[in-house]
């Protein structure tokens, strides 16, 4: 069921360095997002996209970037790694904002920042 | 205030009981509401939606909704140990942090 992957699937990297994530998806879906999963926070919505090259900011955009360049592919960027952005990330796809379909999770990549 | 509470649990069953899960949420005019369930270690999956007042079942878990009291629940009828997870009760794409359920065989 592979309609959205997630890569890496783990990765240590160490502070100040620049990491991307990739998010892929075949389901041709209009919207992707990024969140990150902290024990006692749950799942926050760090950036969403509805569009190819149409992205707008989540509730802890801070630190991240993200860009689409096409309809499959949704990157996350950490532009300087910090300790506090050791998390695991999951990306998400839906057909749309409040459809009855809800969210399709890709499998999460666990980042460590050392 | 989160604007979307669960309480995080963990709530245990014997096995066979009914679970019940509980979600209370702060925004009037949402519209749509979700449960998912996520296993330890794996990402949260979608179980039910919801999005009229009343209840909704599909198999043995049944979504309610009240808009009026702006609380949704999920009630997991003859839970099994395989039901042992955490449920996450979203508003459109705002989650809760989650209840964990322990289902006791």
């Known amino acids: 069921d592979a309609g959205i992957t997630q890569s890496p699937r783990h990765k240590v990297t160490e502070t100040g360095t620049p990491v991307t994530l990739r998010c892929h998806q075949t389901e041709n879906h209009r919207y992707m997002y990024w969140y990150r999963q902290d024990p006692g926070h749950g799942l926050r919505l760090i950036h969403y996209s509805y569009g190819v090259k149409d992205t707008d900011k989540g509730e802890v955009s801070d630190g991240y970037s993200v860009s689409r360049s096409k309809t499959e592919d949704f990157l996350l960027t950490l532009e300087s790694a910090t300790s506090s952005q050791t998390s695991v990330y999951f990306c998400?796809?839906?057909?749309?904002?409040?459809?009855?379909?809800?969210?399709?999770f890709g499998s999460g990549t666990r980042l460590t920042v050392v | 205030q989160k604007e979307v509470e669960q309480n995080s649990g963990p709530l245990s069953v014997p096995e066979g009981a009914i679970a019940s899960l509980n979600c209370t949420y702060s925004?009037?005019?949402?519209?749509?509401f979700f449960w998912y369930r996520q296993y330890s270690g794996k990402s949260p999956e979608l179980i039910m939606s919801?999005?009229?007042?009343g209840d909704k079942e599909d198999g043995r878990f049944t979504a309610q909704l009240n808009k009026a009291s702006q609380y949704v629940s999920l009630l997991i009828r003859d839970s099994q140990p395989s039901d042992s997870a955490t449920y996450l009760c979203?508003?459109?794409?705002?989650f809760g942090t989650g209840t964990k359920l322990q289902v006791i065989p």
């Open positions: 979203a508003v459109k794409g705002t």
């Open positions: 925004d009037r005019v949402s519209q749509s």
């Open positions: 919801i999005y009229s007042n």
């Open positions: 998400a796809i839906s057909e749309s904002v409040e459809g009855p379909h809800g969210y399709t």
